[in-house]
């Protein structure tokens, strides 16, 4: 993309910006932000407490694990299997918005800390037998095989673990990387169970590190092509590490980061699979101020560099109306992801008196990241040429077929009796929306030309997905107390 593109680019997303304004076009971030940890009720397995709020929702997978209790958990997007990898990266998002933002979160940070917890109760019984690390409930090919209510799951509940020999290094730092970031979370409201889940952490991270190697080899023909592991598992014990460093502050970890972020080489990416833009933003802020800092704060400062629309370095995409894009599915992970890093190492720069030189004479202020990160953000609620928000329940416009079996067959409460498994293919094949609203849910998202079908059938742009949803958490609450 050529200098005189992206200026046009920017001087059209600043007039779009001022023609909404203008016309009294504001987010009510507040509401996002509840309906945005809402959505993780609407993905609970197990056995539902009484203080559940999306009542449509019914306990499922009581017999999960069998031998081992493995009842809990969250499905992570449309269908009915436990994908620990993805799951444990959401909960090290939900955790490190709380960190970071639970501040602003109002009384909106309890219902966070139930969903945090939800998880790290079902990730303490994942990881209850030494040596053991189980990385995945449920046969994937069968589930997909069928459009079936979670509440009525008759597919095979399978438990899957990596061990000693058949190691699965990346599911399990991430696990240890979601259970630190939850400690810290946890050391103001309940010190026993912190505790706890740092023991936890310490442990399952040596596991990870003595006994090297990844999942796609132990356990390849289940996890992929769901959650194939493609940019290796270096970069989850480094961020693993990160995390326990910072829980901790036990120089050993310190050292390990040290030894290995030169193993790490893509420094563009974070999502569930690649930790490495989020590792350089973690560790500028533990190391702010400090010599120590440089790598770190020049790999984040590279990162931004490639996300600017302005930047001589920029590598994503951009759609006409603004969105991010990057290759590959559920393209709004990408969107919310950023904008968290963004306004995460805005702080940083803040505290630091600090700006990034992209070159070029083009340089980015704190004040620039969250102009970026808004801007997505408000694509998201409906700033975009479809004036159509992206989350399900939040204003006049929003994804109605998104796929997803318990939002689009009927409820226990609506259809008591059972419906197999390919019972529920018509309710799948309707053009009807679906009947249960699966609130603060945020789909795949658009087309790169600002389109969307609203078929549940296009599962790319119209899935939820957990991951999504966790980084937005804080983002949002951070714009709900920094609206302007």
Not at 3 to 16: A, C, D, E, H, S
Not at 328 to 341: D, P, R, V
Not at 436 to 446: C, S
Request: aromatic share 14%.
């Amino acid at each position: 993309m050529g200098f005189t593109q992206r200026l046009l680019m920017i001087l059209v997303g600043t007039l779009l910006g001022v023609t909404e304004r203008s016309v009294g076009w504001q987010h009510n971030y507040g509401e996002a932000l509840s309906k945005s940890i809402l959505f993780f009720e609407g993905q609970r397995s197990g056995k539902l407490p009484p203080t559940q709020r999306m009542t449509w929702r019914k306990d499922s997978a009581l017999q999960d694990g069998f031998q081992v209790d493995l009842v809990g958990g969250y499905y992570d997007a449309g269908d009915n299997i436990k994908f620990n990898f993805p799951m444990a990266f959401s909960t090290t998002m939900l955790a490190w918005s709380v960190i970071e933002f639970g501040k602003f979160m109002g009384p909106d940070l309890k219902h966070a800390l139930d969903a945090i917890r939800w998880a790290t109760d079902y990730f303490l019984k994942a990881t209850s037998i030494p040596g053991f690390v189980f990385a995945l409930v449920g046969d994937p090919y069968a589930d997909h095989n069928c459009w079936e209510r979670p509440e009525d799951m008759d597919t095979p509940r399978t438990a899957y673990a990596v061990s000693r020999e058949h190691p699965g290094s990346e599911v399990s730092a991430e696990i240890a990387a979601a259970l630190a970031a939850s400690s810290i979370v946890y050391r103001k409201y309940h010190l026993g169970y912190s505790a706890r889940l740092l023991q936890r952490a310490i442990m399952v991270f040596e596991f990870a590190d003595k006994y090297r190697g990844s999942y796609n080899d132990s356990l390849g023909p289940w996890v992929c092509p769901f959650y194939c592991d493609f940019s290796g598992y270096q970069d989850e014990l480094v961020w693993g590490a990160a995390w326990l460093f910072k829980a901790t502050k036990l120089p050993y970890y310190w050292d390990y980061i040290d030894e290995n972020i030169n193993n790490l080489k893509n420094f563009g990416e974070f999502g569930w699979d690649s930790k490495e833009a989020g590792i350089n933003v973690l560790v500028s802020k533990l190391l702010i101020n400090s010599s120590s800092s440089k790598p770190f704060n020049l790999n984040a400062d590279k990162f931004v560099c490639t996300v600017l629309p302005e930047s001589p370095s920029v590598s994503v995409s951009y759609s006409p109306g603004g969105l991010i894009f990057k290759p590959g599915g559920s393209n709004l992970q990408h969107a919310t992801a950023i904008s968290f890093l963004f306004l995460v190492y805005a702080g940083y720069l803040n505290k630091a008196n600090k700006e990034i030189d992209c070159g070029s004479n083009v340089f980015a202020s704190p004040r620039r990241l969250k102009q970026v990160a808004r801007g997505q953000v408000d694509y998201i609620l409906g700033s975009n040429p479809l004036n159509m928000s992206y989350m399900v329940g939040y204003g006049p416009k929003y994804p109605e077929r998104i796929h997803h079996r318990a939002s689009s067959l009927p409820s226990i409460d609506q259809h008591p009796s059972h419906i197999d498994c390919k019972g529920g293919s018509p309710y799948f094949e309707s053009q009807n929306p679906n009947p249960n609203l699966l609130v603060g849910a945020v789909v795949g998202g658009p087309y790169i030309n600002d389109s969307y079908a609203d078929s549940r059938i296009d599962f790319v742009h119209s899935e939820p997905t957990t991951y999504i949803n966790a980084p937005l958490v804080g983002v949002l609450a951070y714009f709900q107390s920094h609206p302007s």
